[in-house]
Every structure is written in structure tokens, then in C-alpha cells.
């Protein structure tokens, strides 16, 4: 996996929130009443709740937006029964994707999914055949913008009980369990350390290469999911080339 990959994909996603900011904090919204009225509103006890606020903190959600949705969420207030729905399939040069969708209608989500792997080249497999190559993890991303010292980051990082540290182009990514996430995070702050990224995410155990005409087809594929309305998340295992920024 390309370190300039990597950095190439963040950066697209941050552009590709900006271009949708309107659907993505509606999205947000959503999944946090969700994952509050599923699991009350303590994001201790509430992995669910826990994934969506620092998913609104990275997006930069208004703290309105996100504190209506927690009082939604806990005073059950009326509204349409969605339900939680994980796709897994196969994009482009058998890259894994698993979608994470919240609908009120799975036969429209399930078509609507369906339609995109099979238009842009992709299968729409069984539950479980991708599912076990993704592990749930804490990633923060440095930029090679912040200049961070390496002995500085590593050791906030890994004192906090992070996994691994990697130093890449410059800046470096940190990976953690989801039990030191707040740790490694506020270890980060205290050093004084920048984060471009904080995520709660899926990471696959091994990323699958694209160039050429099947990166240019996965990114298509990608830009549509996340264009559907349902599709909360969307996870992959594509090492896209820097182009594709």
C-alpha cells in the first residue's frame, strides 16, 4: 500500500464532504437518533453513537445539528423506522466493498446498490464474503502540511496505547483499537499535534492495487454509492494511483 495513496483518498474524500456537505449532515443526523434511540445517549456504553459523533466531528457538524439528533434520538420522537443494513461485494479488479446503509425500505436500497455494482462493473455478493477482511479501527491522519516530529508523534501515539504508527511522505498515519481512540486523541492534543483525520473506520487487512481504467471505474463506482441517499458508509480495499486525487 503507497503511502501517496493514501493521502490521495483523503484528500478526495474531504473534497468529495465539502461537495455534498448538505447530504452528508443529514446522513450524520440520522445515525446518530439512530444509534441513540438503538443504545441511549452515553457514547461510553454506545459503540454505535461513539462511531457517529467523531464521524460529525471529522465533517465538521454544526454542535446544533448534533445535539438535536441526540434529543431526537432519545425523546423517540416521531419520524420513519429505519433500519441497519451492511452490503458486501466485489468492485473492479476484485477490490472488497462493504456498504453500511440506514433505510426505511430495503427492497429500494438493495436495488438501488445492486444497480451501482452491476453498472460499473462490480457483484453484489452474500453477507460475510467480504465482511471478514475488514477489522473496525482508530485511524488519525497527520498531514506532511504539519511538520510533526517524528519522536514527538510516536511517542504521544504509542505511550496512549496506540497499534502502529506510520511515517509517510512526510506525514504520518496512526492506528489504534477503538478502546484507546480517545486516548490516542487526547495524547495528540497535548503534544500538540494537528490531526487532519480522526475516524472510527473500517481497514482492510490488504489493499487490492488499481490503476488505469479499473481505478477510473472503482471511483465511479464509489462516487455513486455515497451519492445514494441510504448509504451511511462506504469501506473498501482500493490502493487508488495519485492521480485520482
Same mark, same amino acid.
Request: charged residues 30%; glycine residues 10%.
Given at each position: 500500500?503507497s503511502g501517496?495513496?493514501?493521502?490521495a483518498?483523503i484528500?478526495?474524500?474531504?473534497g468529495k464532504?465539502?461537495?455534498?456537505?448538505?447530504k452528508i449532515t443529514?446522513?450524520?443526523s440520522r445515525?446518530?437518533?439512530?444509534?441513540?434511540?438503538? #443504545?441511549?445517549a452515553?457514547?461510553?456504553?454506545?459503540?454505535?453513537?461513539?462511531?457517529?459523533?467523531?464521524?460529525?466531528k471529522?465533517?465538521?457538524?454544526?454542535?446544533?445539528?448534533? =445535539?438535536r439528533?441526540? =434529543?431526537? #434520538?432519545a425523546?423517540a420522537?416521531?419520524?420513519?423506522?429505519? /433500519?441497519?443494513i451492511?452490503y /458486501?461485494g466485489?468492485?473492479?479488479?476484485?477490490?472488497a466493498?462493504?456498504?453500511?446503509?440506514?433505510?426505511?425500505n430495503?427492497?429500494?436500497?438493495?436495488?438501488?446498490v445492486?444497480? %451501482?455494482f452491476s453498472k460499473?462493473g462490480g457483484?453484489?455478493?452474500?453477507?460475510g464474503?467480504?465482511?471478514?477482511m475488514?477489522?473496525?479501527?482508530?485511524?488519525f491522519a497527520?498531514?506532511?502540511?504539519v511538520?510533526a516530529d517524528?519522536?514527538?508523534v510516536?511517542?504521544?501515539?504509542?505511550?496512549a496505547?496506540?497499534e502502529d504508527?506510520?511515517a509517510?511522505?512526510?506525514?504520518? /498515519?496512526?492506528?489504534?483499537?477503538? /478502546?484507546?481512540?480517545?486516548?490516542?486523541?487526547?495524547?495528540?492534543?497535548?503534544?500538540?499535534?494537528? %490531526?487532519?483525520?480522526?475516524?472510527?473506520?473500517? %481497514?482492510p487487512?490488504?489493499?487490492?492495487?488499481?490503476?488505469?481504467?479499473?481505478?477510473?471505474?472503482? =471511483?465511479?463506482?464509489?462516487?455513486a454509492?455515497?451519492?445514494?441517499d441510504? %448509504? =451511511?458508509?462506504?469501506?473498501?480495499?482500493?490502493?487508488?494511483?495519485e492521480e485520482e486525487?
Amino acid at each position: 500500500m503507497s503511502g501517496h495513496s493514501k493521502w490521495a483518498n483523503i484528500k478526495h474524500k474531504k473534497g468529495k464532504a465539502d461537495a455534498l456537505r448538505g447530504k452528508i449532515t443529514t446522513k450524520i443526523s440520522r445515525e446518530i437518533t439512530i444509534a441513540v434511540r438503538m #443504545g441511549g445517549a452515553d457514547p461510553t456504553g454506545n459503540m454505535k453513537l461513539k462511531l457517529a459523533l467523531t464521524k460529525a466531528k471529522a465533517n465538521n457538524i454544526p454542535k446544533e445539528n448534533i =445535539q438535536r439528533a441526540i =434529543q431526537k #434520538g432519545a425523546g423517540a420522537l416521531d419520524g420513519s423506522s429505519y /433500519e441497519e443494513i451492511t452490503y /458486501e461485494g466485489y468492485g473492479p479488479a476484485g477490490v472488497a466493498v462493504m456498504i453500511n446503509c440506514l433505510t426505511d425500505n430495503r427492497n429500494r436500497t438493495a436495488a438501488d446498490v445492486r444497480h %451501482v455494482f452491476s453498472k460499473y462493473g462490480g457483484n453484489l455478493g452474500a453477507t460475510g464474503c467480504v465482511g471478514y477482511m475488514f477489522n473496525l479501527k482508530g485511524v488519525f491522519a497527520i498531514s506532511p502540511e504539519v511538520e510533526a516530529d517524528e519522536d514527538t508523534v510516536m511517542m504521544a501515539a504509542l505511550e496512549a496505547g496506540a497499534e502502529d504508527v506510520k511515517a509517510e511522505d512526510g506525514g504520518f /498515519e496512526v492506528v489504534t483499537s477503538p /478502546e484507546a481512540f480517545d486516548d490516542v486523541e487526547k495524547a495528540l492534543a497535548d503534544a500538540g499535534i494537528e %490531526v487532519e483525520v480522526a475516524e472510527l473506520t473500517m %481497514v482492510p487487512d490488504t489493499m487490492t492495487e488499481l490503476a488505469g481504467d479499473d481505478a477510473e471505474k472503482f =471511483q465511479k463506482m464509489l462516487d455513486a454509492l455515497e451519492e445514494l441517499d441510504d %448509504v =451511511q458508509d462506504v469501506y473498501h480495499s482500493a490502493d487508488m494511483p495519485e492521480e485520482e486525487e
